[in-house]
């Protein structure tokens, strides 16, 4: 009975000898940057994504929760739409926080497309763009350096799911914020360069390129 008692022990041992050299593919659930938004508002890696038959409509691009931001995330959509202006006329203070360290582009868009003295041609696109109920928008400066700070992580991904990378050259890498300067509210808002970080207050009346962005939320 001993030699019995002996011998399951020493299998035992050897069992949990051999499970603690063996290797667990564990797979990484959480959402980080890089990872594929989908029509269906599912969040993939990239390698789920080809599996999955799904369709991308964006790159997440943002999965930290602050206390100051919309959502838990954010995503850049696969594609710019049409330069166009922030305002068709100016002397018109659209009402944005014109704070550059908020992350309130939703709110500023929401605020660009309901004003009533002059029209944002570039917020109205925005809203046209919202075939799958994604709450797209411009994003506002404090969003589009999160976007700068990650742009290694998400033009290889955009690329991969058919999309238009970010351009980081000196012609194509100015964007429009949907934050206005302060002080210059009715005249002026913030382009934002993802080729060197850096902001250019502009002409709300000028064409310049839009790469919307969503939010994530649960």
Same mark, same amino acid.
């Given at each position: 009975?001993?030699?019995?008692?002996?011998?399951?022990?020493?299998?035992?041992?050897?069992?949990?000898?051999?499970?603690?050299?063996?290797?667990?593919?564990?797979?990484?659930?959480?959402?980080?940057? @890089?990872?594929?938004?989908?029509?269906?508002?599912?969040?993939?890696?990239?390698?789920?994504?080809?599996?999955? @038959?799904?369709?991308?409509?964006?790159?997440?691009?943002?999965?930290?929760? #602050?206390?100051?931001?919309?959502?838990?995330?954010?995503? !850049? *959509?696969?594609?710019?739409?049409?330069?166009?202006?922030?305002?068709?006329?100016?002397?018109?203070?659209?009402?944005?926080?014109?704070?550059?360290?908020?992350?309130?582009?939703?709110?500023?868009?929401?605020?660009?497309?309901?004003?009533?003295?002059?029209?944002?041609?570039?917020?109205?696109? !925005?809203?046209?763009?919202?075939?799958?109920?994604?709450?797209?928008? !411009?994003?506002?400066?404090?969003?589009?350096?999160?976007? *700068?700070?990650?742009?290694?992580?998400?033009?290889?991904?955009?690329?991969?799911? @058919?999309?238009?990378?970010?351009?980081?050259?000196?012609?194509?890498?100015?964007?429009?914020?949907?934050?206005?300067?302060?002080?210059?509210?009715?005249?002026?808002?913030?382009?934002?360069?993802?080729?060197?970080?850096?902001?250019?207050?502009?002409?709300?009346?000028?064409?310049? #390129?839009?790469?919307?962005?969503?939010?994530?939320?649960?």
């Amino acid at each position: 009975m001993i030699r019995k008692l002996q011998w399951v022990a020493a299998a035992t041992i050897a069992l949990l000898c051999a499970a603690c050299d063996a290797h667990f593919d564990v797979p990484d659930t959480a959402i980080q940057p @890089g990872h594929v938004l989908c029509t269906d508002g599912t969040v993939l890696s990239y390698t789920a994504y080809e599996q999955s @038959g799904k369709r991308a409509i964006a790159v997440l691009f943002d999965a930290g929760q #602050r206390e100051d931001a919309e959502g838990c995330g954010y995503a !850049v *959509y696969l594609w710019d739409i049409e330069p166009l202006a922030f305002a068709d006329s100016l002397g018109v203070d659209q009402d944005t926080s014109a704070d550059p360290i908020a992350f309130d582009g939703n709110a500023n868009t929401s605020k660009l497309f309901e004003a009533k003295e002059t029209a944002s041609p570039m917020a109205k696109a !925005v809203f046209d763009m919202w075939e799958y109920k994604q709450s797209a928008f !411009v994003p506002s400066v404090a969003e589009m350096r999160v976007l *700068y700070d990650n742009l290694e992580k998400v033009n290889p991904i955009i690329e991969r799911c @058919g999309g238009q990378p970010l351009p980081a050259d000196e012609e194509n890498c100015w964007y429009w914020t949907s934050t206005e300067v302060a002080g210059q509210e009715t005249v002026k808002a913030w382009l934002y360069s993802l080729g060197s970080g850096t902001m250019h207050e502009t002409p709300k009346n000028q064409a310049h #390129r839009v790469r919307p962005i969503i939010s994530l939320n649960k």
